[in-house]
């Protein structure tokens, strides 16, 4: 489902582009940090588990980068990646992401990254769309946002 974006209360990518000003970039170092610190928490769980986790490396990186991603965006509208590079993801209404959007959110981004082509498709539509928007955003109506322009 595509959320229609002509009810939006976003702020508008014409005529107010310093919120969206190098989102994309933005986003993808945010991604790379988050990375990091899951790699960092999954190295705890492994040594928490005498190693044994390495027999179900796989699952145990996914509760975990899920966990994380939900918790940071639940409490803040944004992981500790996107807080360092200053940027923060917003709901239709311009509000932040609450508990529930936060699943959401996390959920379609976990079906994006699990399948090559949509994440490959993910990429493309945040560097094409005004918005900077992914296929998660896309379809929960979500963007992210510079944080310095909400204030």
Not at 64 to 77: E, L
Not at 84 to 95: F, K, P, S, T, V
Not at 143 to 149: D, E, F, T, V, Y
């Given at each position: ?5 002509t ?18 970039l933005?986003?993808g170092l ?29 699952a ?18 944004a992981?500790w ?38 994440q ?5 539509c ?8 992914g296929?998660?955003d896309?379809?929960?109506?979500t ?7 909400l204030?």
């Open positions: 489902m595509y959320f229609d974006q009810h939006s209360q976003l702020p508008d990518p014409v005529r107010q582009r310093e919120f969206y000003d190098s989102v994309a933005k986003r945010a991604w790379l940090i988050d990375t990091v610190i899951v790699a960092g928490l999954v190295l705890v769980a492994l040594v928490f588990t005498a190693f044994l986790g390495l027999f179900v490396f796989f145990l990186w996914l509760v975990i980068s899920f966990g994380y991603r939900v918790a940071t965006i639940a409490s803040g509208s992981t990646g996107m807080r360092l590079m200053a940027i923060e993801l917003r709901d239709w209404r311009g509000q932040r992401l609450g508990a529930g959007q936060a699943l959401l959110h996390t959920l379609g981004y976990t079906l994006s990254v699990s399948m090559a082509p949509l490959v498709v993910s990429i493309v945040m560097l094409a769309t005004e918005r900077g928007q296929l998660t896309l379809a929960l109506g963007a992210a946002l510079n944080r310095r322009a204030d």
